[in-house]
């Protein structure tokens, strides 16, 4: 009886890893080029809300990944807890940090080499990577 009270609560706390580390990711994507804006602080709190953060939690977590981003000095940390998830969230994940990048219409060699570097982190195809990075770049363009 008290293994599956330990098991939900473990459960619990891996996801809330995973929610920290990913904003903490997507933070950092947002403030490569310098301009952490407030839209690019929407995009990742809408991000956050559709992969299953209740809005009670949002600020907590979004906190939380605002502070761990800023204390870190490498992506590692953030992406290895992504990278041991299904396809679907990665891709949710890299759409997020197309929409971040292109979010002020501009992409800097260095959020272009950060995505390059997070391809190989993350386990994507890069045609996989390059058909969302299309798809963005012309919601953004219109």
């Given at each position: 009886m008290f293994s599956f009270f330990s098991k939900n609560k473990d459960n619990e706390s891996n996801k809330?890893?995973?929610?920290?580390?990913?904003?903490?990711?997507?933070i950092h994507a947002a403030k490569i080029d310098e301009n952490y804006s407030d839209i690019e602080k929407k995009i990742i709190k809408a991000t956050l809300i559709k992969l299953g953060v209740n809005e009670i939690d949002l600020e907590k977590i979004f906190k939380k990944a605002e502070n761990t981003e800023s204390n870190s000095n490498q992506i590692l940390e953030f992406t290895k807890e992504i990278k041991n998830s299904d396809e679907n969230f990665k891709i949710k994940i890299i759409e997020t940090l197309w929409s971040i990048i292109y979010s002020d219409n501009n992409l800097d060699m260095y959020e272009s080499n950060?995505?390059?570097?997070?391809?190989?982190?993350?386990?994507?195809?890069?045609?996989i990577v390059g058909n969302i990075k299309e798809k963005i770049k012309k919601k953004f363009n219109k």
């Open positions: 809330y890893n995973l929610y920290v580390k990913t904003a903490a990711l997507l950060f995505m390059r570097r997070l391809t190989g982190l993350l386990y994507l195809d890069n045609k």
